[in-house]
């Protein structure tokens, strides 16, 4: 396993994570949907994934509806000192008024809840789960800064800011002396590059970790889909777009994934999340699993080492337009260079 610096902190953690979307909420046509693992099934895949080197493992509050915390925190027992522990807050978790969003309010509440389900005394990494369009930053890091002095919060980070709202909050916790952002965790694959325009150059200018999720588009990168439809195995992706995902432009990097991954003899699943951790700035790709032959096939991307062809006929099949005023800078820039 391979590990990188999570932004500006002297921690280290694997460039693949563990994500445990899947685990908890069988009951739930959402989350029974995307998972639904009992505590033996979780078990199986977090040791797994301990095993191989992964040492960040991330959840949410909102998870299985609340149980993938619980579940966690159960199976990991006396290994919680062996993994950077990072869940998130600020999306619904009940009906009432302040059963969301990054106010003072519900984020303390979700730390103390978030604790408690995860069996544990802090959160390694405490993430906002999205940007909360009422709440001032100054009040959302505030409360942070408070709940990291406390101890309960070793690092912050945010999910599915905006580039502008990412580089606010660092604005404002350099203003006021609160502890700052350390990461940002966004959709990110072959087939959903917009955070190249913006988000990704962003972080790294800023020294702020970048955490991908949905490294494989949520199984269309697995090589279980192609024109002619999808394996049983990977029928779920048939039921939904999400992440939104335009299914030709998919179909035309699974092509090209299945020449490159075909010239290291590995799975094109490998392929892409080999691409995904070779990108500038990528710190770490998170990566779910519902069984513990798909898991390892995933942690096999550390050994797969793409040369430059690879990635150039990768980026040819999927790069997205440049945006304004990317293209105008590009034309400007050669003006900066000395003149002979």
């Not at 998130?88 to 106010?103: F, Q, V």
């Amino acid at each position: 396993m391979e590990y990188r610096q999570l932004g500006g902190t002297g921690v280290f953690v694997s460039s693949i994570a563990l994500g445990a979307m899947t685990f908890g909420g069988a009951d739930s046509p959402i989350w029974g949907t995307v998972g639904g693992l009992g505590a033996q099934e979780a078990d199986a895949i977090v040791g797994a994934a301990l095993d191989a080197g992964v040492n960040l493992v991330d959840t949410a509050d909102v998870y299985g509806d609340g149980e993938s915390e619980s579940i966690l925190g159960k199976v990991l027992g006396s290994r919680r000192d062996d993994v950077v522990l990072a869940t998130k807050a600020s999306a619904r978790t009940g009906p009432g008024p302040n059963d969301a969003g990054a106010t003072r309010y519900h984020l303390l509440r979700s730390i103390e809840a978030s604790l408690s389900r995860l069996g544990t005394d802090r959160i390694d990494l405490f993430q906002i789960h999205g940007f909360d369009p009422l709440t001032p930053l100054e009040e959302t890091l505030g409360a942070l800064d408070d709940a990291v002095r406390q101890g309960k919060v070793r690092y912050i980070g945010a999910s599915n800011f905006a580039a502008r709202q990412l580089v606010k909050a660092l604005g404002v916790s350099a203003r006021e002396g609160l502890a700052r952002f350390v990461s940002h965790q966004c959709y990110y694959s072959l087939v959903g590059r917009d955070v190249e325009h913006e988000i990704l150059p962003a972080s790294r200018e800023e020294n702020v970790a970048f955490l991908s999720y949905a490294p494989l588009a949520s199984g269309l990168l697995s090589g279980k889909f192609d024109r002619s439809g999808a394996t049983e195995e990977g029928a779920r992706r048939n039921t939904t777009d999400w992440p939104p995902t335009d299914r030709e432009k998919a179909y035309d990097a699974v092509d090209v994934l299945r020449v490159v991954a075909g010239r290291h003899g590995t799975t094109v699943a490998r392929a892409a999340l080999a691409w995904n951790i070779a990108q500038p700035g990528v710190t770490s790709a998170i990566v779910g699993a519902r069984r513990v032959p798909q898991l390892l096939d995933s942690l096999g991307a550390v050994e797969v080492a793409l040369t430059a062809q690879d990635l150039a006929e990768l980026d040819a099949a999927t790069a997205p337009p440049t945006a304004y005023p990317a293209w105008i800078q590009q034309q400007v820039a050669p003006s900066r260079l000395p003149q002979a």
